[in-house]
């Protein structure tokens, strides 16, 4: 599996970003690709996970509001949608997949569970 990450950059407090995740799958398993950041000095956090076989998302509580994952119709690409950034939204910007259906403990806290991950991009915003 490869996984790129793409769309990161410079946005002013506000406005919104859309990152992509393209992703090469080279063998028959099923994977759910998330999404997360880490910030210098902060632990990874989880923002959102959706199954490339059915299409079940999770979001946790408080990125529900802002961020929207979603995939093209091929599935080779995952995106993230985020509105109304905020400063501290600032981070570098991964997607993974793991080999796991989607629940709450593989999107937020299981980072043992995913397989594979991008180079990330970095996201930064201007308050």
């Known amino acids: 599996v490869q996984l790129v990450e793409s769309g990161g950059g410079l946005v002013q407090a506000g406005g919104s970003l859309r990152l992509s995740c393209t992703v090469h799958i080279f063998n028959n398993e099923a994977y759910t690709i998330g999404w997360f950041r880490q910030a210098p000095g902060k632990e990874r956090e989880g923002l959102s996970c959706?199954?490339?076989?059915?299409?079940?998302?999770f979001y946790p509580t408080s990125m529900k509001d802002r961020f929207t994952i979603s995939t093209d119709n091929s599935g080779n690409k995952v995106y993230l949608q985020m509105d109304r950034l905020e400063s501290e939204d600032t981070a570098t910007y991964f997607c993974g997949a793991a080999n796991w259906p989607v629940e709450p403990g593989l999107c937020t806290t299981a980072y043992h569970l995913w397989n594979f991950w991008g180079q990330g991009t970095q996201v930064t915003v201007s308050s």
């Open positions: 959706i199954s490339l076989s059915d299409g079940s998302t």
